[in-house]
């Protein structure tokens, strides 16, 4: 008899932390062989992906707004744990998912891809545009497979009622280079916690000419015990939605209107964490804006989405 398993929320980042060739992909380049290593502790199945690149001065000085053009002419292909191409070729990124699967809206694959503990995703990649791609990363989103209690994993007591809640999430002044460890996020004592969704935080406006954005904030979220649930940071654009008003997608060289689910909605955490009540998670923070975004410290707020759970 096969023992039951245990589904635990993971997203694997293939980024310049990963290979160094990302961080600056030439127009024209050819780069194979890029390697995501898979953790040796589980198993892990892809449900979906993401792509994104560093936000661009320069668009912002065009367009005045945030843009991911650079990523127009990358083309890619990847494989499976057999080193099984999953495309006969390679195909344009921004003909494969809505918005580079950023904004809470991962290509989903499906039926989900296993690979098991230690094994190789390989990606191809050609760039056709014409110009440089800055810190191009890929986002592997999907789940590890535990044998039953080998990781904590609270669930919902045999006899139940919910109300849909969500915790706001201040962070006070958060700097433009700075990486804040250890942040805890404690649920309240009256009930437990079920964490589903998460909502980005809104750009920030001066006038109507020049923005203020915070350009390049990125969580890595951990249970009470620190074990995290990605290997590198999450940029706020990739793991959650967005709660920019008007809502906009800053996708090639304008921003577009929404469609689909878009940055209204939620990104979603599957499978969903569950926090019982007094219990806490731990997350770190990171900034890196740079030249691009606010060139000063900035308080925001980011919403985590689910509901409280009281048992009966």
């Given amino acids: 008899m096969t023992p039951p398993l245990q589904q635990r929320h993971f997203d694997y980042v293939l980024g310049p932390n990963q290979d160094s060739r990302l961080a600056s992909v030439a127009a024209g380049a050819v780069i194979e062989e890029i390697l995501l290593n898979t953790d040796g502790d589980a198993p ?6 993401a792509v994104r690149c560093a936000y661009n001065s320069s ?3 065009r367009t005045g707004a945030l843009s991911q053009s650079a990523l127009q002419g990358l083309k890619t292909r990847w494989t499976g744990p057999n080193r099984d191409y999953r495309q006969q070729t390679f195909l344009r990124e921004s003909l494969q998912m809505v ?9 989903p694959i499906v039926p989900g891809i296993l690979y098991p503990p230690r094994s190789v995703l390989r990606l191809d990649l050609k760039h056709t545009g014409a110009n440089a791609i800055t ?16 990781v904590p994993a609270y669930t919902y007591p045999k006899r139940l009622a919910s109300q849909t809640f969500s915790y706001p999430v201040f962070v006070s002044q958060l700097g433009v280079s700075e990486t804040r460890l250890n942040q805890i996020f404690t649920c309240k004592p009256d009930a437990d916690f079920v964490l589903r969704a998460g909502q980005g935080m809104t750009p920030l406006l001066i006038g109507t000419q020049s923005p203020r954005v915070l350009a390049e904030v990125a969580i890595r979220l951990r249970d009470h015990q620190k074990n995290p649930y990605s290997n590198d940071y999450i940029p706020f654009d990739i793991l959650f939605g967005t709660g920019a008003f008007p809502q906009v997608i800053p996708l090639e060289t304008v921003s577009v209107s929404p469609f689909g689910t878009g940055p209204g909605q939620p990104g979603l955490f599957y499978p969903e964490i569950y926090v019982p009540k007094n219990h806490q998670l731990v997350y770190d923070l990171q900034r890196a804006d740079g030249a691009v975004g606010s060139n000063q410290a900035e308080d925001f707020t980011f919403n985590v989405i689910g509901a409280k759970v009281f048992e009966k």
């Fill in 44 to 49: 892990f199945v892809l449900t979906g992906r």
């Fill in 59 to 61: 668009d912002i000085a």
């Fill in 99 to 107: 918005y580079y699967g950023q904004f809470g809206n991962p290509k």
């Fill in 135 to 150: 810190n191009l990363t890929f986002y592997w989103r999907g789940y590890k497979l535990y044998p039953e209690g080998a």
